[in-house]
């Protein structure tokens, strides 16, 4: 490596280097020293056991001699709390709908009480 024969860094420098750049990734990512900013589950943690859309397909798999072995990473999307595909999908879609429309109502009764508006010219 070019890099590692043409610069010679003691280890300490090494040492209060990676302190820096963990410093900064741990400012930058929100962790402001508290620890990682979150928790990455283990593979343990889902199991298809109880979801029948997947032991279901896990059985037809099995019928065709197939079997798959990432089927668990699919577990996540049946846990009640993200909900069913239709709530997901209505949040994704309609999020922030009220906010937006409680502000516009807003802007449009502030608009008209200060006598401002487009008039009849319009």
Do not use: C
Not at 30 to 48: A, C, E, L, N, V
Not at 61 to 77: T, V
């Amino acid at each position: 490596m070019i890099f590692a024969t043409s610069w010679s860094i003691s280890q300490e420098a090494w040492s209060g280097l990676d302190v820096l750049i963990n410093l900064e990734l741990s400012f930058k990512m929100g962790g402001h020293g508290h620890g990682p900013p979150y928790t990455i589950p283990k593979h343990t943690d889902f199991q298809i056991k109880g979801i029948p859309q997947l032991e279901e397909l896990e059985k037809a798999l099995a019928q065709k001699g197939l079997k798959d072995p990432w089927i668990r990473n699919e577990a996540w999307r049946y846990h009640p709390g993200f909900g069913t595909k239709w709530l997901r999908a209505r949040k994704l879609f309609f999020r922030g709908f009220g906010l937006g429309l409680a502000l516009t109502v807003a802007t449009v009764a502030v608009e008209r009480a200060a006598g401002g508006g487009h008039g009849a010219h319009h």
